[in-house]
């Protein structure tokens, strides 16, 4: 199986600044690879998808982006957060079943 | 259109009780993939269990087991002699069987356990 590593585990910033999250995966070439955002006792939102790299899906509309420079490798950005990018961010990866890494939570102050 | 149903928002039994977790879904392809994740409180997913639509044998993993009934679109997951670490949101999730396998996630059943 797959191993998803994630950073940073915490993450505090302030309205207007930049985001940068990354995510690797090991144990596996050519992995589809997803973002996704969970909001406080909520369910799972998809947020983007990557079946290669360079190729980034967006399932909704929002300040944020993905990039995927590397098999291996996914980004999720944002140039400017809002109060509501605030969230749990979970990337996983993964063909039949996704595998999940441990998550970044984001508090946008 | 794809949909996954997991009406108890929120169950509580005592140590030892077996519980079970409903997941009701809704599709229009004929083959798909359903799971079962485990999100305890430091919130990564935990992966159980992924069933094919085409084989449709219950299956058990130690206390766990999974009963799936596509006539009925039910995929329903028992924990027998619940233990307190079996305390955790679990969600149900569908996904296609080809392309981008995109799973769509049920919101999750909040299983407290009490000693």
């Known amino acids: 199986s797959q191993t998803i590593h994630q950073w940073p585990a915490t993450l505090v910033q302030p309205v207007g600044s930049p985001l940068s999250l990354e995510c690797t995966v090991e144990?596996?070439?050519?992995?589809?690879l997803y973002w996704y955002r969970q909001a406080a006792g909520r369910g799972l939102q998809l947020l983007f998808y990557?079946?290669?790299?360079?190729?980034i899906s967006s399932e909704v509309p929002q300040n944020l982006s993905a990039s995927r420079p590397q098999d291996r490798q996914f980004i999720l950005s944002s140039k400017k957060l809002l109060l509501s990018d605030s969230g749990f961010y979970l990337c996983?990866?993964?063909?039949?079943?996704?595998?999940f890494g441990p998550g970044t939570r984001l508090t946008v102050t | 259109a794809q949909k996954v149903t997991q009406a108890q928002t929120e169950i509580s039994v005592v140590e030892k009780e077996d519980v079970t977790l409903d997941c009701v879904y809704e599709?229009?392809?004929?083959?798909?993939?359903l799971f079962w994740y485990k999100q305890p409180p430091s919130g990564e997913l935990v992966f159980l269990i992924r069933?094919?639509?085409?084989?449709?044998q219950n299956e058990i993993s130690g206390r766990y087991s999974w009963n799936f009934q596509k006539s009925t679109s039910s995929f329903n997951f028992t924990i027998t002699a619940s233990q307190v670490v079996d305390s955790a949101v679990y969600f149900c999730?569908?996904?296609?069987?080809?392309?981008?396998?995109?799973?769509?996630f049920g919101t999750g059943t909040r299983l407290k356990v009490l000693a």
């Open positions: 996983a990866g993964g063909e039949y079943e996704q595998y």
């Open positions: 144990g596996t070439s050519n992995p589809n």
């Open positions: 990557s079946v290669g790299i360079g190729q």
């Open positions: 599709t229009r392809d004929t083959t798909y993939y």
């Open positions: 069933r094919n639509s085409f084989d449709e």
């Open positions: 999730a569908l996904s296609e069987a080809h392309g981008t396998y995109k799973y769509i």
